[in-house]
C-alpha cells in the first residue's frame, strides 16, 4: 500500500513535477471534484495542517505557507476547502493561536478551525466536576476552565500549599521552617497539558500527587492501589523550532514522570486517556470541525477524504494512518474483533476507548464522521529529515527505525509510511489540489 521511505526519498521530486506537469491538462476540464461545472467548484474534501515544522519554526513562517495558503482563499479572503490546524501544543487558548496563525499567513483564521493538543478534553465530562491539578505552561487555568474543567488547581498553587515540597532549587527553597498551607481541596485527577518550565518542581508536585491519592498531607504510599486519574496531552517527544536539530518535547517530560514513577514503585504508571496527535480521538475531532466548515458554507457534497500534513513520522504520520485504519473499519467497530485490531495496532487501550466511550464521546459528541479515508503527507521542513542516513538493504526501511512515538503506542511499521513524501506545505498542497482534480474559481 505504501513504498519504502529510501524509495520516496529518491523519487518524491521526481514524481511530483511529473503530476504537476499533469495537473495544466487535468485541471483545464476539471472543477468539482472531478467532475465539470459551472458554477463555484465544491470540495469532497479536507484538509489537517500541524504547525510547528510545516508553517513555522519557532515564531518563524516557513517561507512555502504563505504561497500555499494564497491557493486555499478566494479574493474575499473565504476558504475554498475546509481546513483545520491540528497542532500538539498546549499553552495557549484556540483563540489566541488563530490570532498569530492569521497574521502569520495573511488569512483570517477562527479558533473553529484550530485543535490544541487539550481541545478534545471538553469531551470528558466525566472529570469536568472533579477538582484536578493542572500541569503545563501559559494561562493553564484558563485552558482548563475553557475547555469545561470548573475546579482547578495548579502546580503553582500546590506549592504556595505545600512550600516544603519543592527542594531541588536551593534558592527556591524556604528560608525558615514553615508549616503546609491547607487551603486546596483534594485532588481528584491530574490533567497534563504540556511540557512545564520548571521540570524538576512538576515532577516531584505531581508524584507527591499521585503517591498520596491527592492529599499532600500524607506521606507516599506505594502500596499495589491504582493512582489517580491522569489525563496526559501531546506526546510529542521532540519538536521543530529555530534551531538545526528538534528540541524537547512534552514526550520527553512524559517518559521522566513514567520512569520516575516505575522506580519509586515498581509498577508503569497508567492514563485514563492519551490526548493529541496520534491518537484517533483528536482526528475525530477534526474531523468534525472539517465538516461543521462545510455544513457553515452550504456545500452540498459530503467530506469523503481527509488529508493530514505534517514533518513528523511518530505523531502526525502515525496519527493520520491510525485515524484512517478507523475510517476503514467503521462499520465494524463495535465488533470486539475490530476494536481488539485496533488495540493490537497501538498496544494500549488507554490510545483507544472502550465501547461506552465510544459512544459517549464519539457518536453522541460529535457523530460519526462522513470521511471513508485520512490519507498522510509528509513534508520536509520540520522533524523529518530527508537526508538522513538509511539503511542499504532497503527491505529493512523504516522497521529499523528507533520509535520516539509513546511508550503505550506500539511501533508498527504501516502506521509511519506516509502516503507521499514533499519538500514544503505548497507542494503537498498542490498534490492534493492534483489528487482531487480541484480546481478553485
Sequence with gaps: MRGLLPFYRGLYTLSNRHARRKAGIVGSRCGLCGTQSNSKPQPCFGLLFDIDGVLVRGKMPIPAAKKAFEKLVDSQGQFVVPVVFVTNAGNCLRQTKADQLSHILGVPITQDQVIMSHSPLRMFK????????????GP???IAKNVGFNKVVSIDMLRESYPLLDMVDHNRRPKLPSNPVINLPKVEAVVLFGEPIRWETNLQLIIDTLLTNGNLTNAHQTQNRPHLPLLACNMDLMWMAEAHSPRFGH?????????IYK???????????????PSELTYHFAEYLIRSQAEQKQWKLPITSLYAIGDNLMTDIY???????????????KNPKAVAKMVAATGSTAAVPGEEEIESLWENELALPSATSCKSILVCTGVYNPNAEVPSDSNRCIKETVFHGHRD?????AL???????????????LIFEQEKFVPQ
Design 251 to 259: 514526550g520527553t517530560f512524559l517518559v521522566c514522570l513514567e520512569n
Design 409 to 413: 503506542f506500539r511501533f508498527d511499521p
Design 319 to 333: 496519527g493520520a494512518n491510525l485515524y484512517n485504519c478507523y475510517l476503514e473499519e467503521r462499520v465494524g467497530r
Design 140 to 142: 493553564v487555568l484558563e
Design 126 to 137: 466525566k472529570f469536568h466536576d472533579k477538582c484536578v491539578l493542572v500541569s503545563g505552561q
Design 263 to 277: 522506580k519509586i514503585t515498581g509498577k508503569d504508571l497508567k492514563y485514563d486517556a492519551l490526548i493529541g496527535k
Design 416 to 430: 509511519v509510511e506516509p502516503g507521499h513524501i514533499v519538500q514544503d506545505v505548497a507542494d503537498a498542497v498542490d
